[in-house]
């Protein structure tokens, strides 16, 4: 392997007769002058006699095709391979052509490739086209994980991509991009093993009730079991907000999520919301000026005056005038609106209990994942980040002052379908906390890891602090661009973006200086969602067809003129509740299907066994 063509300081072109190159392949270019510089393989090319010599684009052109005469190449006969490698660190000359090139050992590269130990690191995946040093490989990196590809799982053969989170107090934040099928939700769930395994306190938002990890994936003998290191919860049956501990800014956040105020709503909310306030306090409340403004102020004084009421309706009445002398001014449809969105979070159970167990699942450093309709969990994520995010600030700022305070530990915060809580171009009741750990989360010890299909919609403040961010196949031309101008892929990296295979990924992360290339590890467990929906409409079928047959069996040879007398017994057997015309078509169905048998006799029509 050999330079050729006209080199620059900071690319280099390399031909071999026998050697075809591979994306992101790492070469040494033995030239001595500039300290054996160290590249990768950008774009590849191979070149032979069926290729007319009139093609003079990409990597071929009059140059190169010149220098590989020069130094014995036979263009007319030979198979050239030939690979544009860009250097690593930027040369102070340009490279000597004709200079020799080789695979560099694992101590060359160690550098570039591993920045954290297994065991204080989150283990990916494998940097892609590394297996060339797999024999330089230390023990200590050998052997951690399984990786499937073509469908089958094999054993490591490369280099470890060991992502060092303790950097993140320096770099915070990591983005999480790829559409639908690129393999980013698995990418996210290898990423909540590690940091189950590394015992980070996490908090999981999981709109896709995905995020569970009991079962085991197969194919990978033993694996680890997160049993005890993280908790799952729903919204309204495990936790929710309290209530009497919100503020009037926390209860305008929350009633705004479930539908959009307007400006009369907000100064309703401001008006009649009292601090510690509980949910039936405020509620009642809302409900009593509602009905007292329906009926009027006039009506209400004329049947207080009136007497002649029971100590019930005495309060009740009285209740409303003070309310109208209060707020009597405010608009009906305004209070109404008000009542109709807190009515909506009380259904949906947000009220009816509190944090307590995630704060609880925080302190022993578990991963605990919130479950609940999207909007419900925008609802809720924008009080529990900002109480969890509060606890730990006032930690730290405590500290900081020498005062004594509760500890409360670094956490970090995930989110799949991320522009959906803080979307570009509009507000979301938690946009405004999850922008403040953005850009100050990292002097207090809580970090973001956002996914999303569409990084174009995510809010640009945010985007620009991820800085790490993992990029699946991608194929939208806007958020290619988005990416492009967020990251430091090169052209030729952004043109493959919607070609890559489901679970490759590149990784552009301040933490490692540059970008790249890795193929995601097998996780450890499997989403629920694995089971292909044909092949569930498949097994349903059967087990439909199991179920219709045991409940006719016990009356089989079964006549067509007996079946009304048995249909009560057969529909009890197989929970159907069919009429006799039903009943035929299906075991017409059966028999087609060779699960049943039809006989004619002169005097019935039979239904047998096969």
Same mark, same amino acid.
């Given at each position: 392997?050999?330079i ?5 300081? /900071? ?18 270019i ?6 054996? *510089?160290?590249g ?29 005469? /020069?130094?014995g ?32 050992s694992?101590?060359?590269i ?19 086209s ?55 939700? %698995? ?7 590690e940091?189950m ?10 709109? /896709? ?11 990978v003998?033993d ?9 799952? =919860? ?30 009369s ?9 009292k601090?510690r ?6 509620s ?20 207080v ?19 109208l ?9 305004s ?9 909506r ?23 605990? =994942? ?9 609802? %809720? ?12 600030r ?24 991320a ?13 405004? =906390?999850?922008?403040?750990i ?26 620009a ?32 973006? *919607? ?13 490692m ?19 292909? *929906? ?10 439909g ?10 009356y ?45 006799t ?9």
């Amino acid at each position: 392997m050999q330079i050729v063509g006209v080199t620059t300081q /900071h690319e280099v072109y390399v031909a071999s007769k026998t050697h075809k190159f591979r994306m992101n392949e790492m070469f040494v270019i033995e030239d001595q002058q500039l300290n054996e *510089p160290k590249g990768e393989v950008v774009e590849t090319f191979s070149y032979n006699r069926y290729i007319p010599m009139g093609f003079d684009k990409g990597l071929v052109d009059d140059q190169v095709l010149k220098t590989l005469e /020069h130094i014995g190449y036979d263009i007319g006969a030979d198979d050239i391979h030939l690979a544009k490698v860009r250097l690593f660190e930027e040369a102070t000359q340009p490279i000597q052509t004709g200079a020799h090139v080789r695979h560099p050992s694992f101590e060359e590269i160690e550098g570039l490739l591993v920045k954290a130990s297994p065991h204080e690191g989150m283990v990916l995946g494998e940097v892609k086209s590394t297996d060339f040093i797999a024999e330089s490989i230390p023990a200590q990196l050998q052997q951690l994980f399984h990786m499937q590809e073509n469908d089958q799982v094999r054993q490591q053969n490369g280099v470890p991509f060991i992502f060092d989170i303790r950097a993140m107090q320096q770099y915070p934040h990591i983005g999480v991009f790829g559409g639908s099928g690129s393999g980013k939700s %698995f990418g996210l769930r290898v990423m909540l093993e590690e940091l189950m395994k590394l015992s980070i306190p996490t908090l999981v938002f999981d709109p /896709h009730f995905e995020m569970n990890f009991a079962a085991s994936a197969k194919g990978v003998g033993d694996v680890p079991s997160y049993r005890d290191k993280y908790m799952v =919860v729903q919204i309204g049956r495990d936790v929710g907000v309290d209530f009497s501990a919100l503020s009037t800014r926390d209860v305008e956040r929350l009633l705004s999520a479930a539908g959009s105020l307007t400006e009369s709503m907000v100064n309703v909310i401001q008006s009649i919301h009292k601090r510690r306030d509980s949910y039936q306090s405020f509620s009642d409340r809302v409900a009593n000026l509602a009905e007292a403004l329906e009926m009027g102020k006039q009506k209400v004084e004329g049947i207080v005056n009136d007497g002649g009421m029971t100590r019930e309706e005495i309060e009740r009445y009285g209740t409303f005038k003070k309310l109208l002398d209060q707020f009597g001014s405010l608009p009906l449809a305004s209070v109404k609106g008000i009542q109709w969105r807190v009515n909506r979070l009380h259904q949906a159970g947000l009220f009816q209990q509190n944090i307590r167990a995630i704060e609880q699942g925080i302190h022993a450093g578990q991963l605990v =994942v919130v479950q609940g309709a999207v909007w419900l969990l925008q609802v %809720f994520s924008s009080y529990v980040i900002g109480a969890l995010y509060g606890k730990r600030r006032a930690y730290k700022d405590a500290k900081l002052q020498h005062q004594q305070a509760e500890f409360f530990p670094p956490f970090v915060i995930v989110t799949d379908e991320a522009h959906n809580f803080a979307p570009k171009g509009y507000d979301a009741p938690a946009k405004s =906390v999850l922008k403040e750990i953005a850009q100050e989360g990292r002097k207090y010890g809580a970090f973001l890891i956002f996914a999303t299909q569409r990084p174009t919609l995510l809010d640009e403040t945010i985007t620009a602090q991820l800085n790490s961010k993992f990029v699946f196949r991608t194929v939208r031309g806007t958020d290619i661009q988005t990416i492009k101008e967020e990251t430091d892929l090169t052209a030729e990296e952004g043109k493959r973006l *919607p070609y890559l295979r489901s679970g490759d990924v590149f990784v552009s992360s301040a933490i490692m200086g540059r970008t790249m290339a890795v193929r995601i590890r097998l996780a450890h467990s499997t989403s629920p969602h694995t089971l292909n *929906p044909f092949d569930e409409l498949q097994q349903m079928k059967t087990k439909g067809d199991e179920d219709v047959l045991a409940a006719v069996e016990p009356y089989l040879p079964l006549a067509e003129v007996s079946l009304m007398n048995h249909l009560t017994d057969i529909n009890k057997q197989s929970g159907k509740s069919w009429d006799v015309s039903t009943w035929k078509s299906e075991l017409e169905r059966l028999c087609e299907q060779g699960k049943l048998k039809k006989q004619k006799t002169p005097f019935a029509t039979l239904y047998d066994r096969p």
